[in-house]
């Protein structure tokens, strides 16, 4: 099948600009429906976290529209609510983004209170004792679901030192340290004009919109950003397997190691190989393919090394959720389908299904207002320019089978990985209760 | 491109209803903004339409459509979608079972070729049928290790002594066990007839070229008879239920659930209105009581969607630390008796109305969304209902909203869950070795 070139038909104009302060601007009107997206990336997030202090980051995000200078957090919700609209803030470990989506005649409303909560919080002490208390009850309803125990596990022992091991949220005991001080500190050290980008995607006209966001953000004082330097993480050499009991259904496993960051070169033959192994339409790759349309171990199994490849690396990671007398054979399945991509080479046929796959389906990723808005953010942060769009089919099309051999050899690992299994399941691997000993008799883990 | 006004945009006028000799329902939209076409078949048959002992029989075939016909080989289906660079899925609801197709608008039309074969050629191959079986138990046990899961599956098999919207749409685990490919077959013959489905196409074509496309995909294709109506009536409620889940967290959870009526049915635009007062964003009631002043939840909310029958109204929340889950339900139940008493402001009321239209709008950029609510609309009702819901909303009053307060959501109405700790959680590290 010839690859679509209806993919360039999408193609629109990136209005880039700078104010003075620095503040990054980009800006594609899109009149498709008459709303608006608008976006505050600002260029910070938990791996900046002293490790004492983890969950800094995602509390200044949550805490951003609970009161600024000149509103009330009551204020902020009555006034976005009452014209329908919604705004919110939110971190990860690379940004804290605010973000606000609006019909088309309430976008000066949307900047004006986006411009607010970027520039003027004020973190009150009520609200960051509250915050702190629901944070800690949230961790604690997170806890009851096995996929995330099993996550946060593996998270720890690839990433070992590395600020990426720990929970973006942080941990009970340093959410507790946080104090309103350590918010205001944040905020004044980070979020600054020239480490912010200002994404809006939606009905309006540029020439109209442009003066106003000068008036809403151009006042804003920018000053120099120093980011605390912190060790790359390391690759482990060793097998790391740990098992963690819970009484669950299902057990849910994850094996994988570290990955790669999305500058990478060979983050593109990576894509390839991710749709080939784990991801792709429906369960046409080879893990969901054998272990569960084949096997029936499991309803939801997949893998992917560029999925969480990010400013640090990110993961390779192999899940399945499955039935604890299916453990031995889910493992050695995951293992068996990496082996296979390491030892021998795809066949000509699965290469150029996955590259049409990337290529056609590429389309689906620019249709609202909001995916635009994320891609303008992940364009200039990672330099992938704005005729991007026009680009990825190159850089897919070029890869060929030699380059997935390759880079199945470089970055994934079938001996040294890291196997974290939550379930039913006892300390030395052993499945608990009514599958004990069926035909499980020498299962000690599937090291 | 063109600069289109809030209300016709995604109002039906552009909406073209066919309806084929066999009786398929066709809907066309045509969207110009992304190169791209979203097909979708809607088959009305969900849970709904299962007997006792034979539950998750609807879900289960949507597993089967993806297994092979004749044309298309198991696996063929997927690899088409893959080699085309689309997307699909499929979604089984107590009402409906829909099939999607997302491909660039020059290749989309293998969609209907699938979409026409798999109406009547779907293979049931036993082997496969057995290894699906699989699939759908570990998807059923996935959603049994989910607090909410579990919690919400008691408390709506608890509020229907009757009607099926007491089963879980995957159904109960011992009748997925039992489930058998000849059963499987039979339920496919009765529900899967084009006079029993509707197919939306929206996206970037040509109405007339498409529709010239439909009929000779889907034209030669025989009508059935028509599906045995499901005559089951829920009976009224005369007082509370209540229950309890015992498992193993240390989060105390809550869900109540009221009896409420069918979409289209004069309350239920009120009662619409009524939860986004109540529990949607953080200027609504339920949360600025017990979230900001109260502080005894990590969240509230209140749920009430379009149903083909009557349905439920849900209230859940979940306890923060160690707070009394007799106080978070009693909080509830009083501004519920203060919303009967007093009303709601007129303020309340404009913000969520705005907040409903808002949605209407902002949520169906995609082709896709706006497949899934023709598709939605037209199997549950017909698509008048799209063209007047928004006049509907603006119409209801104060009283309206204290009104469907009182009469629905009262104490005989409901069922209240709670799922609360069984004690497992505190020595959950130490137990290693028993068992």
Redesign the interface.
């Known amino acids: 099948?010839k690859?679509?070139?209806?993919?360039l038909?999408?193609a629109f104009e990136v209005h880039s600009h700078t104010l003075a302060n620095g503040l990054k601007v980009l800006l594609v009107e899109n009149?498709?429906?008459?709303?608006v997206s608008l976006t505050g990336s600002v260029l910070a997030g938990a791996r900046y976290d002293p490790e004492s202090k983890a969950g800094l980051a995602i509390m200044v995000s949550r805490l951003l529209?609970e009161g600024t200078q000149n509103r009330t957090?009551?204020e902020?919700?009555?006034a976005?609510?009452?014209?329908?609209?919604?705004i919110e803030a939110d971190g990860s470990f690379e940004r804290i983004i605010g973000s606000a989506?609006?019909?088309n005649k309430d976008a000066d409303l949307g900047l004006e209170l986006l411009s607010d909560l970027l520039i003027r919080p004020i973190f009150p002490q009520e609200y960051v004792d509250?915050e702190k208390?629901?944070t800690?009850?949230?961790i604690?309803?997170a806890l009851?679901?096995?996929q995330v125990v099993a996550g946060w596990a593996f998270n720890e022992l690839v990433y070992q030192d590395h600020p990426l091991h720990r929970p973006s949220h942080g941990y009970p005991h340093t959410v507790e340290r946080i104090t309103r001080e350590d918010l205001l500190e944040f905020h004044g050290k980070y979020f600054v004009p020239n480490n912010v980008i200002l994404s809006i995607v939606g009905?309006f006209h540029i020439s109209e919109l442009l003066p106003k966001i000068e008036a809403a953000f151009g006042s804003w004082v920018p000053k120099p950003v120093v980011f605390p330097p912190y060790a790359p993480p390391v690759r482990q050499t060793e097998k790391r397997v740990k098992f963690i009991?819970?009484?669950?259904?299902?057990l849910n496993i994850y094996l994988g190691h570290l990955g790669v960051t999305r500058t990478n070169p060979d983050y593109y033959a990576l894509q390839v190989l991710d749709t080939i192994l784990g991801g792709?339409?429906?369960?046409?790759a080879r893990i969901p393919?054998r272990l569960?349309?084949?096997?029936?171990?499991?309803?939801?199994t997949f893998a992917s090394i560029t999925a969480t490849a990010g400013m640090d690396p990110g993961r390779f990671i192999a899940f399945i959720?499955?039935?604890p007398e299916n453990m031995k054979l889910a493992t050695e399945g995951l293992l068996n389908e990496i082996k296979r991509i390491i030892q021998e080479p795809v066949t000509a046929q699965e290469l150029q299904?996955?590259k049409?796959?990337?290529?056609?389906?590429?389309?689906?990723a620019?249709?609202?207002?909001p995916q635009i808005a994320r891609f303008l953010v992940h364009a200039e942060i990672y330099g992938l320019g704005f005729d991007y769009i026009e680009k990825y089919p190159k850089y897919i099309n070029a890869i060929t089978v030699e380059d997935i051999s390759r880079v199945a050899k470089m970055y994934l690992d079938s001996e040294n990985y890291t196997l974290v299994v939550v379930g039913?399941v006892?300390?030395d691997g052993n499945i608990?209760?009514k599958w004990?000993g069926r035909d499980l008799g020498k299962e000690n883990g599937s090291k | 491109m063109s600069s289109l006004v809030i209300p016709t945009a995604f109002a039906t006028e552009d909406v073209r209803r066919t309806v084929l000799a066999n009786g398929l329902v066709v809907l066309t939209k045509e969207v110009h903004t992304s190169p791209i076409v979203t097909s979708m078949i809607w088959y009305r048959v969900g849970s709904r339409n299962e007997e006792l002992g034979h539950t998750g029989k609807s879900h289960f075939l949507e597993h089967m459509l993806f297994k092979g016909t004749d044309r298309f080989k198991k696996g063929e289906i997927d690899l088409l979608t893959l080699k085309n660079g689309g997307g699909n899925n499929a979604f089984t609801s107590h009402d409906f079972t829909a099939y999607y197709f997302n491909f660039a608008s020059d290749r989309w039309d293998v969609a209907l070729q699938i979409e026409a074969d798999r109406i009547v050629n779907c293979a049931f191959d036993p082997d496969e049928f057995e290894a699906e079986k699989k699939v759908v138990i570990e998807e059923l046990k996935t959603g049994l290790d989910s607090p909410w899961g579990l919690l919400l599956q008691e408390v709506e098999a608890a509020a229907f002594k009757v009607h099926p919207y007491r089963n879980p749409i995957v159904g109960w685990l011992q009748d997925v066990e039992r489930a058998t490919v000849e059963q499987q077959q039979a339920y496919y013959r009765r529900y899967y007839l084009p006079n029993n489905a509707t197919l939306v196409i929206a996206g970037d074509f040509d109405t007339d070229d498409v529709l010239r496309k439909v009929d000779q995909a889907f034209g030669s294709i025989p009508a059935g008879t028509n599906p045995p109506p499901m005559l089951l009536r829920e009976p009224d409620q005369r007082g509370e239920r209540r229950l309890v889940v015992r498992w193993r967290s240390k989060v105390p959870r809550l869900a109540m659930a009221y009896h409420a009526p069918h979409i289209a049915e004069q309350d239920s635009y009120a009662l619409q209105v009524l939860a986004v007062v109540l529990a949607e964003g953080k200027a609504s009631r339920l949360y600025q009581r017990m979230v900001e002043r109260e502080q005894t939840v990590t969240f509230v909310s209140a749920e009430y969607g379009e149903a083909k029958d009557p349905t439920l109204f849900h209230i859940r929340a979940e306890a923060r630390g160690d707070h009394s889950i007799d106080a978070i339900e009693a909080s509830i139940h009083d501004e519920l008796a203060s919303i009967s008493s007093s009303g709601i402001t007129m303020h309340e009321l404009d913000r969520a109305k705005h907040q409903i239209e808002a949605h209407f709008i902002l949520s169906r950029e995609r082709t896709l969304d706006q497949a899934i609510l023709l598709g939605q609309i037209e199997t549950l009702y017909g698509l008048e209902y799209i063209d007047s819901y928004l006049r509907h909303i603006n119409a209801v009053t104060i009283d309206d909203v204290a009104d469907v307060c009182t009469r629905f959501l009262n104490e005989n109405n409901r069922t209240v869950g709670r799922l609360l700790s069984d004690g497992s959680d505190a020595d959950a590290e130490d137990n290693s070795e028993t068992d």
């Open positions: 099948m690859p679509t070139e209806l993919g038909r999408r009149p498709s429906i008459p709303t529209d957090s009551l902020i919700a009555d976005i609510e009452s014209v329908g609209g919604a989506g609006v019909l509250k208390e629901r800690l009850a949230e604690a309803s009851d679901r096995p009905d009991n819970m009484p669950a259904q299902q792709g339409a429906g369960f046409t393919m569960r349309d084949e096997l029936g171990l499991a309803y939801t959720g499955t039935s299904d996955a049409d796959y990337l290529t056609g389906s590429f389309v689906f620019f249709e609202s207002s039913p006892s300390e608990k209760g004990a």
